[in-house]
């Protein structure tokens, strides 16, 4: 036999195993076809190896070496061939994976923060109730948080330790001062920024931050959500002020809510009040309110002789934390995940 016979030999061997071998599907078809090619005794290996001491002497080098090739490729088919074999049978053994027998489990998908709902549940009641939402800058001058708002320069409110001041030695000087830029410390100067840009009747709200170095506790946190409330018209009284915050109250913590004004001051309103809700036998501060007070309609170019108005400030976080039962408002920014879902 010539070399380049015994060389072709040799590969369609190879080539016909490792086809057979790899469309084996059951240990009978692997049985047959291992002794087919391999056996000891009648395998196609075993034969062509017989017909190596037929060559020429110079040929038997290269014909060796081909043949050990084709051993290894045979070999490797079996395994391969083998190892699916098993593998199969394992997972015939212990059926599907998934036992589709057990209840489901629901996937953790993204939702809005317990705030954002808030805020969106917060803007649907005033809608109904008539008032428009307007969007204010977090970033202030001094004349709306302070100046336009009736709060003199030397009214603690506008302490730089009470507020967030954008470069603090500006603030502390009057000229400069006046110039100063802070991270609103109220949502009121959307009160301002409306009123300068609009003439009455003026009825909307504004949700947003506001930042005050409080020290945080279960009810305080140095960046919180207000909403802000306007109703600015003729003939805008006192009575219709708590109709409103009344029928708030009822539409978002429950009909059966407890609430209460009790007389406090703001440098913008007068008179004022500040309003509670009783939450687990604890009156809870939620806001507070009062009647525009004339310097602050004059501020921004209205007549308080032809136009009145009512304003309120109501805390988000607070709200939020009354109608689910919150106990701590930090729980709200410590993005716990457990917390989170129950949302
Ligand atoms: C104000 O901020 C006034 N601008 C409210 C106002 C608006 C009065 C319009 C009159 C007219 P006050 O500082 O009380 O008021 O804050 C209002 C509400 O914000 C509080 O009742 C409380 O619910 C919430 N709040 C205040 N500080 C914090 C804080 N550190 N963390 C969480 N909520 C707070």
Redesign the pocket.
């Known amino acids: 036999m010539e070399l380049n016979e015994f060389l072709r030999s040799l590969d369609d061997l190879a080539n016909q195993a490792e086809q057979e071998l790899s469309a084996a599907n059951s240990q009978e078809a692997f049985e047959e076809a291992r002794v087919k090619f391999v056996g000891a005794r009648s395998g196609q290996l075993k034969a062509l190896q017989k017909q190596l001491g037929a060559l020429p002497k110079e040929a038997k080098k290269d014909g060796g070496q081909r043949l050990n090739e084709t051993k290894n490729r045979i070999q490797s088919a079996l395994d391969q061939a083998d190892q699916r074999l098993k593998s199969n049978a394992a997972n015939t053994r212990t059926g599907p994976q998934v036992d589709a027998t057990l209840p489901g489990i629901r996937q953790h998908v993204g939702r809005t923060h317990p705030i954002t709902q808030t805020i969106e549940h917060l803007k649907a009641i005033m809608g109904r109730l008539g008032f428009a939402v307007v969007e204010g800058p977090e970033v202030e001058d001094i004349w709306h948080n302070f100046v336009a708002l009736n709060i003199p320069e030397d009214h603690p409110a506008r302490d730089p330790l009470d507020n967030f001041y954008l470069g603090l030695a500006e603030a502390t000087s009057k000229e400069a001062g006046d110039q100063a830029h802070l991270l609103r410390?109220?949502?009121?100067t959307v009160?301002i920024r409306v009123m300068e840009q609009q003439a009455p009747p003026v009825r909307i709200i504004s949700l947003g931050r506001?930042y005050?170095p409080?020290e945080p506790d279960a009810?305080?946190?140095?960046m919180?959500h207000?909403m802000?409330g306007l109703w600015v018209d003729r003939n805008v009284n006192m009575a219709q002020l708590k109709s409103v915050l009344r029928l708030f109250a009822n539409n978002y913590l429950g009909g059966d809510v407890h609430i209460r004004f009790r007389p406090s001051f703001?440098p913008?309103?007068e008179p004022?009040v500040?309003a509670d809700f009783l939450w687990n036998g604890n009156w809870v501060?939620?806001?507070?309110?009062?009647m525009v007070d004339p310097n602050v309609l004059r501020a921004v170019g209205y007549d308080p002789e032809e136009y009145t108005g009512f304003?309120?400030?109501?805390?988000v976080?607070?709200l939020c934390m009354g109608r689910h039962g919150v106990t701590d408002?930090r729980d709200l920014y410590r993005n716990d995940l457990r917390f989170l879902h129950q949302f």
């Open positions: 410390s109220q949502t009121s009160q506001v005050r409080d009810t305080h946190f140095p919180f207000q802000e703001f913008f309103t004022s500040e501060e939620f806001g507070g309110a009062g304003a309120f400030g109501l805390g976080e607070r408002i």
